[in-house]
């Protein structure tokens, strides 16, 4: 079994201030992992995922995250937000043993909010 | 062209009522997914249909029933709704292997009175 751990249900930033959104994972295999954005009254749309060789992703909107195996976290990191990011943003991860059943397994979600 | 679409956006029915709610994909993707969203925005996986075939059938009520009449539709019925099925409810659909992401639709925004 795997489980996705978003320790900030919310965080407040400033407008150009960076941010970081922390995700851990936990699973006995290894794991493809993805960061999914929710814009108010929408779906997600993939932000960016990591599924193998270099560690550091970019993404879209200028975000990235890095992948620390060690760690088994996956944070997201902008080095400077604007209004128009905030946002509920997910974590999630899928594991390579998942066969046919390919599933998503997400973090229970953090609001940025991004404050003038 | 919307890739996952859903109909309706919005669903407002009294308890004991039976709806549904249709999805449809238009990219050639072999794997659909109804996720359900509760108040504090947790996402959980309801069911998963690969090529028509079941393949994820998460712990649901029975009320809750799942219908693919081709790859491309997923739709879900819920009988005698309950205040608690109130939520929102996101399709979703995948192809290829486990690093592909998956696209999701716009969400029907369910509330049972």
């Known amino acids: 079994a795997q489980s996705v751990t ?85 974590c999630a991860v899928t594991h390579l043993s998942s066969g046919s059943a390919r599933q998503l397994t997400f973090g229970s979600g953090t609001q940025l909010t991004v404050l003038p | 062209d919307t890739a996952v679409s859903q109909t309706p956006k919005y669903l407002v029915t009294q308890m004991g009522n039976d709806k549904s709610i249709k999805c449809e994909q238009n990219l050639g993707h072999d794997t659909m997914y109804w996720y359900k969203q509760d108040s504090k925005k947790f996402l959980k996986i309801m069911f998963s249909y690969n090529n028509k075939e079941l393949i994820i059938n998460e712990t649901v009520p029975n009320r809750f029933s799942p219908k693919s009449p081709d790859k491309a539709h997923l739709n879900l019925h819920i009988n005698s709704l309950e205040l608690g099925d109130s939520a929102v409810y996101f399709c979703a659909s995948t192809t290829g292997g486990l690093g592909t992401e998956a696209f999701f639709g716009q969400g029907t925004r369910l509330t049972v009175v």
Do not use: M
């Open chain 1, 6 to 90: 978003q320790l900030d249900s919310q965080v407040p930033v400033f407008e150009e201030a960076p941010v970081e959104l922390r995700c851990n994972y936990s699973s006995s295999v290894s794991v493809y992992l993805f960061w999914y954005v929710q814009y108010p009254n929408q779906g997600l749309q993939l932000l960016l995922k990591y599924l193998s060789g270099s560690t550091l992703v970019k993404g879209i909107n200028g975000f990235e995250a890095e992948f620390n195996k060690s760690q088994t976290s996956f944070h997201l990191r902008k080095p400077s937000v604007h209004i128009s990011d905030t946002a509920e943003y997910f």
